[in-house]
Structure formats: structure tokens, C-alpha cells
């Protein structure tokens, strides 16, 4: 009976292989998923106080000259010991850097954001597992607290104008310069439909953003990004936008989610 079962797996299994190389999910998608494709990384520049910026991996530059708001697509790096940069456009200087690990069959994303005290930049690194099923059509959301403003929030991703009373955070407790989940964890799944998502204090019911009605599709992937609004001596407590930087196709912009 155990062989039969474990027969039956591994055919649901190249059955299921076929059907997403079928439907456009690509070798890359397949690899990412059973864990043996090259290790994915992308960059993010998040911080709306400096100009452009380039992005670097182990001394070379792979994504230039990009403004604010700017996504990369994935691309492949090498599993091995890594040293991330981000410079001001043209300049042999880091503005700032991290070091990390990169692992067959994970994502990687590079967010250049605001420092602390509000001048400097910072680069925070997630580390995507990526672990969905190769049968879930489900979309994937994380959310990152860049927001030196308001250090400790928590998410909601609920219908239109749910209450949130008795409701839990689908993401909490995201600090500044932090994913929630965090990093090295999955990111949720949930299912394609209309959403809202509002953003409150951590702990707390105190909506500091409340975004307009979206539709989020099947499949998706999307990083909610909170972010400082206002400029750079303008900034007050808990005045935050929210970007979502989405995870198909070429190089891109993030949106920025309407508020309510």
C-alpha cells in the first residue's frame, strides 16, 4: 500500500509540473518551488529622500541608475556568501550594505530605505522560502515596515470595512526595517478576491492608514511596503503611505495604494 501511495504522489506530482509549464508558470516557477533553481534576487529603492541609486552584488552593479520606487525583476545569483550594496547612481561608494547567505530555491529582496534618523539609508534584505505548493493558486503577501516613523504596526488584509474588533493582524507586528512575516519565513496565502488593507499601531485598533478597495488577484505576489509621507521635514508620527511592489514581469514601479 506504501508504494502504491508513493506511486501515486510522484505521478500527481509530474502531473501537476506539466500543468503550471502548461499555463505559462515557466521552468523558473517550478524550480523555485521544488527548491533547485538558483537563488532569486530583486531590488526595491524605497526611500523617497534620496535621488537615484544603484544596486550592487559582490562588487558588481546590477541594477543601475534607478529612481524612487523602482522594482527590479528577479534575477539569478550565485548560492554563496553575499555582499549586497546600494550607491548613489554613478558612485564607486555605498550609501549602505548587507551580507547574507543565499539558498537554492529562495528570494531575495533588497529594500533601500530612509534610516532611522530619517537621513541616512539603510538596506534590509528577505529572505523568501518560498515554499508554495505546486497545486496553490493562492496569492502570496508579505508586508515591510520601512517607516522610521511609526516603528511597530500591524496589517489587516480584510474585506471592505470589516470591523476590526475581534479581528487578529493578518500581519503583525512588522518594525521598522522588518517584514512581517519575517524574514526567512513564508510569505501568507490568501485567496483572490477584494480586499482592503488598513494599517494600525501595533497592539492597538488605531487605524493610521486606510486604503481604498483593491482587487487582488489569484497567483499574486505582492510586498506591502509602509513608508514615511510627507518630506524629509515634513514627516510626523504615523503618517505613512503604503507601495506594493509586485513580483512578475520586467523591471517596474511600485503603486502606491490609494487611501481612503
Known amino acids: 500500500m506504501k508504494i502504491q501511495i508513493r506511486k501515486i504522489a510522484a505521478v500527481?506530482?509530474?502531473?501537476?509540473?506539466?500543468?503550471?509549464?502548461?499555463?505559462?508558470?515557466?521552468?523558473?516557477?517550478?524550480?523555485?518551488?521544488?527548491?533547485?533553481?538558483?537563488?532569486?534576487?530583486?531590488?526595491?529603492?524605497a526611500n523617497p529622500f534620496i535621488q537615484n541609486v544603484d544596486f550592487g552584488v559582490n562588487g558588481t552593479v546590477r541594477i543601475a541608475n534607478v529612481g524612487f520606487k523602482?522594482?527590479?525583476?528577479?534575477?539569478?545569483?550565485?548560492?554563496?556568501?553575499?555582499?549586497?550594496?546600494?550607491?548613489?547612481?554613478?558612485?564607486?561608494?555605498?550609501l549602505a550594505s548587507a551580507t547574507f547567505n543565499p539558498v537554492n530555491g529562495h528570494r531575495y529582496t533588497a529594500l533601500a530605505i530612509v534610516g532611522a534618523n530619517g537621513t541616512a539609508t539603510?538596506?534590509?534584505?528577505?529572505?523568501?522560502?518560498?515554499?508554495?505548493?505546486?497545486?496553490?493558486d493562492k496569492a502570496r503577501v508579505r508586508t515591510f515596515n520601512a517607516s522610521y516613523n511609526a516603528p511597530n504596526v500591524d496589517v489587516y488584509v480584510t474585506?471592505?470595512?470589516?470591523?476590526?474588533?475581534?479581528v487578529a493582524p493578518t500581519m503583525g507586528g512588522a518594525a521598522y526595517g522588518a517584514a512581517s512575516p519575517a524574514s526567512t519565513q513564508d510569505s501568507i496565502y490568501v485567496d483572490g478576491g477584494t480586499y482592503q488593507i488598513r494599517?494600525?499601531?501595533?497592539?492597538t485598533k488605531n487605524v493610521i492608514f486606510s486604503s481604498?478597495?483593491?482587487?487582488?488577484?489569484?497567483?499574486?505576489?505582492?510586498?506591502?511596503t509602509t513608508l514615511p509621507a510627507g518630506g524629509i521635514g515634513a514627516v510626523?508620527?504615523?503618517?505613512?503611505?503604503?507601495?506594493?511592489?509586485?513580483?512578475?514581469?520586467?523591471?517596474?514601479?511600485?503603486?502606491?495604494?490609494?487611501?481612503?
Open 236 to 260: 510626523t508620527p504615523n503618517n505613512i503611505r503604503v507601495l506594493v511592489a509586485q513580483a512578475n514581469g520586467a523591471s517596474q514601479t511600485a503603486s502606491e495604494l490609494p487611501s481612503q
Open 212 to 224: 481604498q478597495p483593491f482587487s487582488l488577484a489569484n497567483n499574486a505576489d505582492w510586498l506591502i
Open 70 to 94: 523602482n522594482v527590479s525583476n528577479y534575477f539569478g545569483i550565485d548560492a554563496t556568501a553575499t555582499t549586497a550594496t546600494v550607491s548613489n547612481a554613478g558612485s564607486n561608494s555605498p
Open 199 to 203: 494599517v494600525t499601531t501595533a497592539g
Open 12 to 45: 500527481l506530482a509530474l502531473g501537476s509540473l506539466a500543468v503550471l509549464a502548461g499555463c505559462g508558470g515557466g521552468d523558473d516557477d517550478i524550480g523555485q518551488i521544488i527548491g533547485t533553481s538558483s537563488p532569486q534576487y530583486r531590488t526595491v529603492h
Open 122 to 136: 539603510n538596506l534590509s534584505i528577505i529572505d523568501d522560502p518560498y515554499d508554495k505548493s505546486i497545486l496553490s
Open 159 to 166: 474585506a471592505p470595512n470589516a470591523d476590526l474588533t475581534n
